[in-house]
């Protein structure tokens, strides 16, 4: 499985940006699909998480300027993200958890998307 993000860019502070992450094929046993950033000299966090069932999750920073969507049909997960700040500046990078069929005797499968560039600034 490889993961496809896009959507990065230059922002203004207050601006707005979609991030798309698109996988190569149907995941099956996906147990959370989430967005993590890094920013320079930081570690990776986690940004935002939407579950199997839907249920979402969301860094305290970005909670109510974040969105975490999924799109099944396309094996696409999206990141709206609102009223930007230059703190929001990172490379955003999609992570697939999936687990196989006969999990817990095997370990859970990371996938990662390969980053994309946020920069928030005026």
């Known amino acids: 499985v490889q993961l496809q993000a896009s959507g990065g860019g230059l922002v203004q502070p207050g601006g707005s940006l979609r991030l798309s992450c698109v996988a190569s094929s149907r995941i099956f046993g996906i147990r959370s699909m989430d967005w993590y950033r890094q920013a320079p000299g930081k570690q990776r966090e986690l940004v935002a998480s939407?579950?199997?069932?839907?249920?979402?999750n969301y860094e305290d920073s970005v909670k109510g300027r974040f969105t975490i969507s999924r799109d099944n049909a396309k094996n696409t997960v999206y990141l709206q993200m609102d009223n930007l700040t230059p703190e929001d500046t990172a490379v955003y990078y999609c992570?697939?958890?999936?687990?196989?069929?006969?999990?817990?005797?095997?370990?859970?499968?990371?996938?990662w998307g390969q980053g994309t560039q946020v920069t928030v600034s005026s």
């Open positions: 939407i579950s199997s069932g839907g249920s979402t």
């Open positions: 992570n697939v958890k999936v687990r196989p069929r006969d999990w817990p005797r095997s370990p859970e499968n990371n996938y």
